[in-house]
């Protein structure tokens, strides 16, 4: 994929198109960064931690990494989705379904939102539990298929895969790093989350 080699490539590369981009008119139109790329800024913005992973390998040894990080091998993880018990099974996870034995939580998501960064998460993630209820530390599993533009695209997206039963409690998350300002209001009534990304490449 484009994007990763360009964000992780050299930076002999980065200062030629830093060049070319200037040479350009001010009359020209601009150039519309592709949605990951987009993503992938907007993300690292809010304060979220992204890992790009090729393969499951890869995904496994990032994994590991994180637990390694934040000493949480050996502690309880919260998982309400499933499919990631299967998935990563050869962790052997102590898995609770309490918030308050949980050292972090794992989970994947619906959508990965190009315009603003966010990740939409509904029920089929997080039950019908509210975002602080859940605990301060998140770990979510997505793949590069997951992209859209805005979360409109999203909710659509989520309509259509679920046509005979529409998952309910549908949220975004957004802010992954405390606010400096308790009373800043683009953050008023939000929870602030912790959060890593393991995005596999499945296109």
Known sequence: MSLFRKIFGSKSSESRERSNIEE???YMPEIELPIDERFTINFKA???????????????????????????????VMILDNRLEDRFKSFDLEITKR????????????YLIGNDG????????????KLRELPANFVIFATTSQFVETISEGLHGIKDKNRDKIPTNITTIKHFKPSNKDDDFLSYGSST???YLLLLEDL
């Open 193 to 195: 989350k912790n959060l």
């Open 99 to 110: 918030n308050s034995q949980a050292a972090f939580f794992f989970t994947t998501c619906e």
């Open 24 to 26: 350009r008119s001010k």
């Open 118 to 129: 966010s990740l939409l998460i509904s029920s089929n993630q997080i039950a019908e539990k």
């Open 46 to 76: 809010n304060g979220g931690k992204f890992l790009y992973c090729e393969n499951q390998s890869e995904v496994e040894e990032n994994f590991m990494n994180i637990l390694n990080e934040n000493q949480w091998q050996g502690k309880p």
